[in-house]
């Protein structure tokens, strides 16, 4: 992550960044109990520094990631030294542990951050991917019902769109579980569901690989040259979290629905090798090459915003709109409840065979915009070429 701060996103990713204004955003949360899970990772912190600027009456940041924590502890009470906060050490896997957690601190506000996000990781671990984006979710889900938070805000990503990859599928099912949650009416907990592209540096994006690659003059190394991907900077990701949180509590004719926000046109992976190696004073191919190597596993040439069979509306906001879909609650039920015995088991084929089968059985024609919603934007929609499961 050091390695990205020489880098402008603006120049890096060839567009302005949007207008955010955080603070203003972020006085929703004065005086609350806000958790945050994952509070470790990227968007953890990125997270926990607004609402620790928030002035909320505590903020609980909860993560396995003991090293995150302890970094985190430093940076908040350098910045905000009389903030009220707790570093606990757990896993959302754990709903012993969760429940207790919740118990003790009655979160108003929780943050679901935590996920294993790597593609590459997951396609080869798909039973802890399963334990930990699926049911993991459901127990942070449980967890925030039985003890009243006021939301739940999961953060999902595009690679939830007609997942290529387990990483993916295990987010849509997640995605789906929420926002299935957020439209029962025996709990009065909302569910606000939130889709992000790629987070400009957030570890384990193709920014510090590049980075470091440049840093020590090796060849940048690139799967695909057309490989396209969304990406968003941190204060555009934390406006969407809370501008969603806002939004959905403001708005009951949100339930169900899944919010994205305006990332501008996917960008070609080689352009961002190539501008950060300009960035250094460098010529690209000349002084530092770019080695085209092969797509991953489960990996796309571009991503898409929307599923098929998904609509999107505008809001009230000029830079998120709702996405909504069908949601077959039944499945969703009778998926956890095999997931959780054959990720009890490390089963990893019987997890592939559940995920793939629910993907496909929530199939649906391609993706279309409501012609009647007002000030409705373009949202980029799967080709066929971009549609098949692996």
């Known amino acids: 992550m050091d390695f990205c701060k020489a880098y402008d996103p603006e120049t890096i990713l060839g567009r302005k960044e949007q207008d955010v204004d ?3 955003l972020g006085a929703q949360l004065a005086g609350k109990r806000v958790l945050i899970t994952g509070a470790g990772g990227t968007i953890g912190t990125a997270l926990s520094r607004a609402v620790a600027a928030s002035a909320p009456a505590s903020l609980i940041a909860f993560d396995h990631d003991e090293f995150g924590l302890y970094t985190l502890r430093g940076m908040l009470d350098e910045l905000q030294p009389s903030l009220n906060r707790r570093m606990i050490l757990g896993d959302v896997r754990d709903r012993a542990r969760l429940r207790q957690v919740f118990r003790q601190e009655q979160p108003e506000i929780v943050f679901h951050v935590a996920a294993l996000k790597h593609v590459g990781m997951v396609e080869e671990n798909p039973s802890e991917g399963a334990a930990t984006n699926i049911l993991g979710t459901r127990n942070t889900s449980d967890a925030a019902c039985e003890y009243g938070s006021r939301a739940l805000v999961l953060i999902s990503t595009d690679k939830a769109v007609r997942p290529h990859n387990m990483m993916g599928a295990t987010k849509k099912i997640a995605e789906e579980l929420c926002r299935a949650r957020d439209m029962e009416t025996g709990h009065s907990t909302r569910h606000i569901a939130v889709r992000f592209g790629n987070v400009f540096g957030s570890s384990g994006s193709v920014v510090p690989l590049f980075a470091h690659q440049i840093k020590r003059r ?3 190394t690139v799967t ?6 969304y990406f968003m900077t941190e ?6 979290v809370l501008e969603a949180l806002q939004i959905g509590l403001e708005d009951e004719n949100s339930r169900g629905g899944l919010f994205l926000h305006d990332m501008g046109p996917g960008v070609r992976i080689a352009d961002i090798a190539r501008r950060m190696i300009k960035a250094h004073g460098l010529r690209p191919n000349v002084d530092i090459p770019i080695v085209i190597t092969k797509l991953r596993a489960g990996e796309k040439i571009s991503e898409s915003l929307l599923a098929p069979g998904e609509t999107s509306e505008a809001t009230r906001s000029d830079q998120v709109v709702l996405a909504r879909g069908k949601i077959d609650s039944n499945q969703i ?8 015995a054959a990720c009890r088991l490390s089963d990893e084929n019987a997890v592939r065979r559940m995920m793939n089968s629910y993907i496909h059985a929530i199939a649906e024609p391609p993706a279309t915009l409501k012609p009647d919603a007002p000030g409705q934007k373009p949202v980029h929609t799967a080709s066929p070429a971009e549609s098949a499961v692996t």
């Open 218 to 220: 090796l060849p940048v």
């Open 22 to 24: 955080l603070v203003s």
């Open 224 to 229: 695909h040259p057309d490989v396209t991907r």
């Open 235 to 240: 204060r555009e990701a934390v406006s969407l």
């Open 333 to 340: 039920a009778q998926t956890l409840s095999g997931l959780e």
